[in-house]
């Protein structure tokens, strides 16, 4: 679902040019002039975070803050204020704003900021969700497999949850390297303390180091007010450094000595403060391969490899595919009893997943939303690379036929039907790839009317004769 932002500024022009911003970003974004406006928006329906001017008539920004945090404490506020209004940042970071803008603000610092707003709003959520799992399964989250690797790597989780060393997770991109480090933390005496996640490569290279290690007042242009960092945000918890193998060697030895010392600098800061923060790193790379290259630290490599876990790819633990596919059914039916037939297990169980668990996760998602059976079949199921006759396509298609003992006329239905949603509808690409032409493809649509209506008045005339044998 596309993440949304409420814009809220008297400023017509300042709004339509942010609107227009977030729009080009894939943002879906609403407008208000007001913080009444506003509250009558979020009554209509939600949004991920609210982007809010500071000086408006009536209410002021602030005083919308509080009105959200009170009603809506998960939404994160967002405040835009001008240079000249910096004691009211101030004012609203101790009342309880995510983070501020500074007008005129520039394009990627608004959009960075906007993007820890969404990871927060994200984050709440789902550490939530974790910590009721958690409290289900006792240990283990969302981690999920029957396969000897996923059953070692549970074993491991348990035994090195409640200690400080840091940990490497490996593994190819979908694999679930976040999950697991979210097990970890729920796991553990860390549980009731921040888990907070950065994605090393999704900030850039020169706010990466404010992002973690906080500025104080004046560090850079632009830094109008003492901010903490991310360790320290994650004091008595712990912090999720993803992708770590794409970190600058510069901020690849700051980050050493926190790792050595158990303490940050801000950036501009003459001072060092204490951070009690467990470390757990995540990379796709194989980062020896890196520090031959010169490009990872072979120093910052052992303090970050205490506790290595490696995750399997999903191709090489095919017996785990069935109860993630079962686990992703269940958190996308939205309520509906959806389930997947024996032969559709079977289809998943032969596809290489390179893009692993979240690949496995899409397509479960994208057929659910596609179907309205109850039982998804292998023709249910958009496996990467199937085109509408391809030969894993068409065994697919057999096989739901031979499951639900189709007719023949019934199979060319569903294989007409399965041709139409690849073309999107279009009836003249349709009736290509079907080798027919437009005017037979109609036809075959009336006849299949027509056998419906016949079907249909039978069933009316057995209801009627069973009426008056009853009677």
């Known amino acids: 679902m596309p993440r949304s932002v409420l814009v809220v500024d008297d400023d017509a022009a300042m709004r339509e040019m942010v609107v227009s911003l977030l729009e080009d970003q894939g943002i879906q ?53 001008a240079f000249g209004s ?12 995510f983070d501020y803008v500074t007008k005129p603000f520039q394009r990627d610092a608004l959009l960075v900021t906007l993007e820890r707003a969404f990871e927060r709003r994200a984050l ?18 969302d981690l999920i497999g029957h396969s000897p690797a996923m059953r070692d790597i549970f074993a491991l989780v348990r035994k090195i949850a409640d200690n400080r060393s840091s940990v490497l997770i490996t593994g190819e991109s979908g694999t679930g390297k976040e999950v697991v480090a979210r ?15 950065i994605n090393c490569t999704a900030i850039p290279e020169g706010l990466l180091e404010s992002e973690l290690f906080g500025h104080v007042r004046g560090a850079f242009t632009g830094a109008h007010v003492t901010k903490r960092g991310l360790f320290e945000q994650a004091s008595g918890g712990t912090l999720f450094l993803d992708e770590i193998g794409d970190m600058g060697l510069g901020l690849q030895g700051k980050l050493l000595r926190v790792l050595q010392d ?7 800061s003459n001072t060092s403060v204490k951070v009690d923060v467990r470390i757990i790193a995540a990379t796709n790379r194989d980062l020896r391969v890196e520090i031959d290259a010169g490009r990872f630290r072979r120093d910052l490599f052992y303090r970050l490899n205490v506790i290595p876990i490696e995750i399997p790819p999903l191709r090489e633990r095919p017996e785990d595919v069935p109860v993630l596919a079962e686990a992703f059914v269940r958190k996308h039916s939205e309520g509906r009893p959806r389930r997947l037939s024996p ?3 079977e289809r998943l169980k032969r596809c290489p997943w390179e893009g692993n668990a979240r690949e496995l996760e899409n397509v479960i998602e994208r057929a659910l939303a596609l179907s309205d059976a109850v039982e998804i079949g292998p023709v249910d199921l958009p496996l990467p690379g199937d085109g509408p006759t391809s030969a894993s396509d068409t065994h697919g298609l057999v096989a739901d036929a031979l499951e639900r003992h189709m007719t023949l006329a019934e199979l060319e239905d569903l294989y007409i039907d399965r041709v139409l949603e690849h073309t999107r509808g279009n009836k003249v690409h349709a009736a290509r790839i079907l080798g027919i032409n437009r005017r ?13 209506e016949e079907e249909s008045d039978a069933s009316g005339v057995e209801c009627d004769d069973e009426a008056r044998e009853s009677s």
């Open 29 to 81: 974004a609403r407008a208000a002039s007001s913080a009444d406006e506003a509250m009558d928006r979020l009554g209509e329906s939600d949004c991920d975070v609210v982007l809010s001017d500071i000086r408006m008539p009536g209410r002021t920004g602030i005083e919308l803050l509080g009105q959200i945090r009170e009603l809506r404490p998960d939404t994160p506020v967002v405040l835009m204020t």
């Open 86 to 97: 910096i004691d009211s940042a101030v004012e609203a970071m101790h009342a309880g704003a």
């Open 124 to 141: 709440e959520e789902e550490n939530r969700r974790l910590r009721r799992a958690v409290d289900q399964t006792s240990s283990f989250g």
């Open 183 to 197: 097990t970890i933390h729920f796991s553990g005496g860390r549980a009731a303390r921040p888990f907070v996640p």
């Open 262 to 268: 158990r303490e940050v600098r801000p950036v501009g």
């Open 343 to 345: 032969a559709a297990i």
């Open 440 to 452: 037979t493809l109609y036809r075959r649509g009336e006849r299949r009317l027509g056998r419906d």
